[in-house]
C-alpha cells in the first residue's frame, strides 16, 4: 500500500520533471510488455567461435607486449592475496570484510544479514525495503567487482583455479539472475555497471586463450545477457532529470561491450551511439574547469574513472573525451594533492568502475595517474615490470607527481590552496562555492554553500562529515545532506536548500565566487549564496584571506542585506581523531600530527564544542555508508544583524617531537 509520505514524494519527483521526461516514462511504461519480451528474446548473431576470435582481449593498450609482461613481486603479492579471498567468499562491502558462504545469495544484503525477494526487478521497492534491508550492498555484490582481483590472478599466474572461481560465480549469477529477475535489473546504471566489469573480467579471462574451465553452455548464456543488458540500457537511458553519473556508467558499459564484442552487435552501431552520449555528457556534466557538476569528490573520481575506462577501450573516445579527462583530473590533483583523504564533499557510497581500481586509500590517487597516463603514451622503454593496477588501464605504472599551484575553480564553484604554511607543514584549505548539485534534482549535492575544509600534514582537520546513508534511516540522511552538517553558517537552524526527498532538492540556492586571488603568495577569495533570501532578505557572504606576513588565514562571515536580527549558528566540523581543546571563551586548540591549530572564533557568539548529540543531531563523522561516529563541532550560536561581521582567524604552529 502506498503511503501519504510515498505519494507526496511522488508529487514532488513529478514536479522536478519536464513535460517531455512526464511523456518519455509513460511511453515507457506503455511498452515495457514488449520491450521486455524483445530483451528475454535475444539470440546469438554468430557462431560461438566467431564471437570469441573476433573479442578484443587489450590490456594496458598493448595487446602483444601485455601477454609476457613481468609482475613485481610486491604486487603479485598483492593480486594472489586478493584472489584468494574471491576464492574464499569473502568480499569487500563499504569497508567490511563479508563472509559469503559457500553458496552465494546474489538477492542478500550480507551486512545487514537480510535478503530481497526472489521476484522480477519490476516488482521490488528498494526505496522501502523490509526491515534494516539496504539495496546498496546487494547492488555492489551484484556488480562483480568483486572477482576483478581473481581475474587477475589468474591471467598473472595462469593459475586455473581462479578463472574456475569467475566462471562458477558467473554461472551462479546468470542461473538466479536471469532477466528480469533480482535487485541487479532495476535500474540501468546497475546492469552498465556490471556489463563494464564483464568485459575487464573476460579480458583478463581470454587475453591468454579460453581458460579450460569455460564450458560452451556458459559462455552462451553469458554472451547471450551481455546483449540483454546493451539491450535493457538502450532502451531506458537515464534522460532529463535523471541523467547524471549514471548515464555515463550506462553509455560507457555499452561502448565497452561493443568494442570488446563486436561480433555480438555487428548489425547494430552501439559503439557510434554510446560514444555521442558519452561525450555529450561529459560536456555537460563537467565545467570547463575540470569540475563534475554533482559536487562530490566521489561522484568526480567515479565518473572520471568511468571516462578513462572509455579511453582506454576505445582509441576514438580517448581522442574525444582527453580534454574533459586532463581538466578533471586537474581538479583532482588539487583535493588529493598531500593527503589520502580529500575533503568528502556531497554523496558518497564508493562507487567505482570496474573493480580493477579498489575502493582503497590509494584509490583517489591512482584514478588520478590513469587519467594522467591514458592521455600519454604507454611504457615501451625502460619497462620492467607491472607495479600498479593502474598499469591495466593506462599501460603505465604511474605518472610523475608535482604540486598542484594553489588555484580558482569559478565554474566549478570551489577554491582550493594547497601550500606550505609553517615549518613545512603541507596545507590544504577548500572553499566550496558551488552550485547545489547537477539539474533539477541535484540528487547528491549537499547543502553546504560557502563549505571549508582544512587539512594539514596530510590530515583531515576541519572537514565535510560524509554521507552516512542513502535509502534507510531518512532523519540521518537528511542530517548529513544538511546546512548543520557542514562548515559554514546556519541561519536559524534552517538548510539552506529545502530537501523534498532523500535525492531531491527544491529550492536550488545560487553561489558563485565572487573574486579569487590564488597563488603561493596569496589567497584572497570572496564567494556568497542566496539560500536565505527567499525567508530572510539576505545573502550569506564569506571571504577568506592568506597573510604570508603573519602566517595566518582570516575568515569572514556576514548576512549581507539582512534587514533584522536573526539566529545563527557559525559551525567548524572537525576530525574525530584530531584533539580539540577550548582554552579560552572564543579560542580553540586542534592538535595534530606535529602541529597544532589555534582557530580564535567570533566573540559575538557563544561557543561549545558538541559532539554525538541526537536531538537533534550534530556532531557526527561518517567515513563510510553504513558507519557514523562522534566527531568534535566547534558550535557558535547567538543573534545578528547585517552589520555584524564574523570573523574567525586560523593560525598554525609547529610541534615537533625531541
Excluded at 540528487?443 to 582537520?461: I, M, Q, R
Excluded at 566547534?634 to 561581521?645: D, I, K, M, P
Aim: aromatic share 10%; hydrophobic share 45%; glycine share 8%.
Amino acid at each position: 500500500m502506498t503511503t501519504p509520505r510515498q505519494l507526496a514524494w511522488r508529487w514532488r519527483r513529478l514536479r522536478a520533471m519536464p513535460l517531455r521526461e512526464v511523456v518519455y516514462r509513460l511511453w515507457q511504461r506503455v511498452r515495457a510488455g514488449s520491450v521486455q519480451r524483445r530483451i528475454k528474446q535475444e539470440r546469438l548473431p554468430a557462431p560461438l567461435g566467431e564471437i570469441v576470435g573476433g573479442a578484443d582481449t587489450t590490456l594496458g593498450r598493448m595487446p602483444g607486449h601485455a601477454q609476457t609482461l613481468p609482475i613485481a613481486a610486491g604486487y603479485m603479492a598483492e593480486i594472489m592475496a586478493a584472489g584468494d579471498e574471491v576464492c574464499a567468499h569473502r568480499v569487500r562491502l563499504f569497508g567490511r570484510t563479508v563472509a559469503l558462504g559457500e553458496r552465494i545469495d546474489w538477492y542478500r544484503d550480507y551486512v545487514h544479514d537480510v535478503a530481497f525477494a526472489r521476484v522480477p526487478a519490476s516488482q521490488l521497492d528498494y526505496r522501502a525495503p523490509q526491515g534494516n534491508a539496504d539495496i546498496m550492498p546487494v547492488w555492489w555484490l551484484n556488480r562483480h567487482q568483486h572477482l576483478m582481483p581473481a581475474a587477475i590472478a589468474y591471467y598473472v599466474t595462469g593459475n586455473e583455479s581462479y578463472a574456475q572461481e569467475v566462471l562458477r560465480q558467473l554461472e551462479s549469477w546468470l542461473t538466479v539472475c536471469e532477466y528480469p529477475l533480482g535487485p541487479g535489473w532495476l535500474t540501468g546504471i546497475e546492469a552498465g555497471i556490471r556489463l563494464l566489469t564483464w568485459t575487464w573480467l573476460y579480458r583478463f579471462l581470454f587475453a591468454r586463450g579460453r581458460p579450460a574451465s569455460c564450458h560452451d553452455t556458459l559462455l552462451l548464456a553469458w554472451f547471450r545477457s551481455v546483449q540483454q543488458h546493451v539491450r535493457f540500457i538502450s532502451t531506458r537511458w537515464a534522460k532529463y532529470s535523471s541523467a547524471n553519473n549514471h548515464i555515463i556508467a550506462e553509455s560507457v558499459g555499452v561502448l565497452a561491450a561493443a568494442v570488446t564484442w563486436p561480433v555480438l552487435f555487428v548489425r547494430e552501431r552501439h559503439a557510434q551511439r554510446a560514444l555521442r552520449i558519452v561525450q555529450r555528457e561529459a560536456a555537460r556534466q563537467v565545467s570547463d574547469d575540470g569540475v563534475h557538476l554533482e559536487q562530490s569528490t566521489s561522484y568526480h573520481a567515479f565518473v572520471l574513472e568511468l571516462l578513462v575506462n572509455a579511453a582506454a577501450v576505445h582509441e576514438p573516445a580517448r581522442t574525444a573525451l582527453r580534454g574533459t579527462i586532463e581538466a578533471m583530473a586537474l581538479f583532482l590533483d588539487a583535493l588529493v594533492c598531500d593527503t589520502d583523504e580529500p575533503p568528502d564533499i556531497g554523496d558518497s557510497d564508493w562507487a567505482i568502475a570496474s573493480g580493477i581500481l579498489a575502493r582503497t586509500p590509494a584509490y583517489y590517487r591512482q584514478v588520478l595517474a590513469a587519467a594522467r597516463g591514458v592521455c600519454g603514451e604507454p611504457e615501451t622503454r625502460g619497462f620492467s615490470a607491472v607495479t600498479t593496477p593502474v598499469f591495466w588501464y593506462a599501460g603505465v605504472n604511474e605518472v610523475a607527481e608535482s604540486a598542484p599551484p594553489p588555484r580558482a575553480f569559478a565554474n566549478g564553484g570551489y577554491a582550493v590552496w594547497n601550500g606550505i604554511a609553517e615549518d613545512d607543514l603541507p596545507v590544504k584549505l577548500c572553499l566550496d562555492a558551488g552550485p547545489l548539485g547537477l539539474g533539477t534534482l541535484a540528487a547528491h549535492g549537499h547543502a553546504d554553500a560557502l563549505a571549508l575544509t582544512l587539512h594539514v600534514n596530510g590530515e583531515p582537520v576541519v572537514i565535510d562529515p560524509g554521507t552516512y546513508a542513502y535509502h534507510g534511516e531518512p532523519e540521518w540522511r537528511a542530517y548529513f545532506r544538511g546546512t548543520r552538517a557542514h562548515s559554514t553558517l546556519c541561519v536559524d537552524g534552517r538548510d539552506q536548500a529545502r530537501m523534498d526527498g532523500p535525492f531531491l532538492w527544491g529550492r536550488h540556492y545560487f553561489a558563485e565566487l565572487l573574486h579569487a586571488v590564488a597563488s603561493e603568495d596569496q589567497f584572497d577569495v570572496a564567494a556568497h549564496h542566496n539560500g536565505y533570501l527567499r525567508r530572510y532578505g539576505c545573502w550569506h557572504t564569506r571571504m577568506m584571506a592568506w597573510h604570508p606576513l603573519q602566517r595566518v588565514w582570516m575568515i569572514t562571515d556576514q548576512l549581507t542585506g539582512l534587514q533584522t536580527a536573526v539566529a545563527v549558528e557559525l559551525l567548524f566540523h572537525v576530525h574525530p581523531r584530531r584533539i580539540v581543546q577550548q582554552t579560552e571563551a572564543n579560542r580553540f586548540e586542534i592538535r595534530g600530527t606535529h602541529y597544532c591549530l589555534t582557530m580564535t572564533v567570533p566573540a559575538e557568539l557563544t561557543w561549545r564544542v558538541a559532539a554525538g548529540e541526537t536531538d537533534p543531531p550534530l556532531g557526527w563523522y561518517s567515513p563510510v555508508l553504513g558507519e557514523k561516529e562522534p566527531c568534535p563541532v566547534l558550535a557558535g550560536t547567538g543573534t545578528v544583524t547585517g552589520a555584524v561581521v564574523l570573523a574567525t582567524t586560523l593560525e598554525l604552529r609547529a610541534e615537533r617531537q625531541v
